[in-house]
Every structure is written in C-alpha cells, then in structure tokens.
C-alpha cells in the first residue's frame, strides 16, 4: 500500500462533506427561484390588498343583499391572483429538466391558498363578515380550483376568466336566492349557508381537482404550448 493510496480516504472526505453540505442551500434556492418566477412576492402583495380593502369595504353600511356579495367579490379576486400567478416564463425547458417542479407547483398553489384565506378571514375579524370564515375558505378554495383548471387549459394570463365568470354566477344565485327562488344545486356554492355539507363538498372536489392538474401539468404556457 502506498503512501499516495494512504492519502486517498482522507482526501475524499472533505469532498464528500462539501457534496453533502450542498443540497440543502441548493433546494432554498431553487424554491426562492420558482416563487420569483411565478411572481409570488407581488401575489402576496396583492392578496394582502385584497384583504386590507376588504376591511375598509366592511366599515361602510350595506343593506343585507350587499353585504352577501361583498365578500365574493374579493374571495374571486383573491381566487384570479393566485391562478394567474402559476404562469412561467420558461416554458418547456423548465418543465423538461425540472423533477422538483410538480411540488414547487404544488407547495405555491397551496400556501397562496392559505394566504389568502387566512388574509380575507383576518379581515372579518371584529367586523361582519356574511358567512363567516368557513364561508371565506369554501369560496375561496373553489373559486381557486376553478382558476388553477382555467390555468391549465387556456394558460395563467388568462387564468382570471374562470373565478371572474363564476363570480357572476355566484352573485345571481345569490340574487335569486333574496329575491326569488333559490339555485340549490351545491355545486353553486356561494349561495349556500356556511355549513352546507354539499357546498363544502363540491367546493373540495374542484379545488383538489385544480391542485392535482396544476401540479401534474402545471399552467399552459409553462407547458410550452
């Protein structure tokens, strides 16, 4: 054995520790790029907006029928930032050589998610708010669904179209419903009480149908086509 291949090991471990070492700072800034390019920073800014003029919406007085449909207004609009944020600039090169990329999809759909249910609901707070959070997170996970499907098919610039429209059809339900017969399909949730268990259930469906093909396919520009 020779004094060189004695020398070896103890040359190969630094090495090691170094490659060790790596990964973890790899991954916080692969994360930090991917909210960067979907544009997450501007999202929360614009989701913490929303729930900023939601408060200031609900100090001014509304007769009932208003004060349903305020809060739809911005639970759809908080709904439209979070799809239209799933667009890439990169295109197919991202999608080809990113493995992580399904989950970065994944963990930003969902934490704008929370964000924004969690900034319209602080909103409330003290203040009333029809509906009450659990309404807040229903519409809020429903209508994201809807965006993040609307993403996947028409692409993330265009992904607004799908919570704007079905806000539209939220607020005549709710319509109908003060001033006429009632829509009592649960699949037009908005107009449901709180704790409707068909609402809830419908709202899940689409928001977890929305999640998985965001993930699995992401946005149609990112897709490259």
């Not at 080809?96 to 990329?101: F, H, I, N």
């Not at 699949?187 to 469906?205: K, V």
Request: hydrophobic residues 55%.
């Amino acid at each position: 054995m020779t004094a060189g291949a004695a020398r070896k090991p103890r040359g190969v471990a630094p090495d090691r520790a170094a490659r060790s070492a790596r990964p973890p700072l790899a991954g916080l800034r692969l994360v930090r790029l991917h909210l960067a390019s979907r544009r997450v920073p501007a999202a929360l800014a614009a989701l913490a907006a929303c729930g900023v003029a939601l408060r200031v919406a609900l100090r001014w007085n509304w007769d009932t029928y208003g004060a349903l449909q305020l809060p739809l207004v911005f639970e759809a609009g908080a709904a439209a930032v979070i799809a239209v944020a799933t667009a890439s600039p990169l295109g197919e090169p991202e999608r080809a050589t990113g493995r992580w990329l399904p989950y970065l999809r994944l963990g930003a759909a969902l934490a704008l998610t929370a964000a924004a249910v969690s900034a319209l609901a602080a909103a409330g707070t003290g203040a009333h708010l029809a509906g009450g959070t659990l309404d807040v997170l229903r519409n809020v996970a429903g209508l994201t669904g809807i965006g993040l499907l609307c993403a996947a098919v028409l692409g993330g610039s265009l992904a607004w179209v799908g919570p704007l429209g079905y806000m539209v059809v939220g607020v005549y339900a709710l319509y109908t419903d003060w001033h006429g017969p009632a829509l009592t399909t649960p699949w037009i949730w908005p107009a449901r009480p709180p704790h409707d268990l068909g609402a809830a259930l419908c709202a899940s469906l689409v928001f977890a149908a929305g999640t998985v093909v965001i993930t699995v396919r992401g946005a149609r520009d990112s897709a490259g086509e």
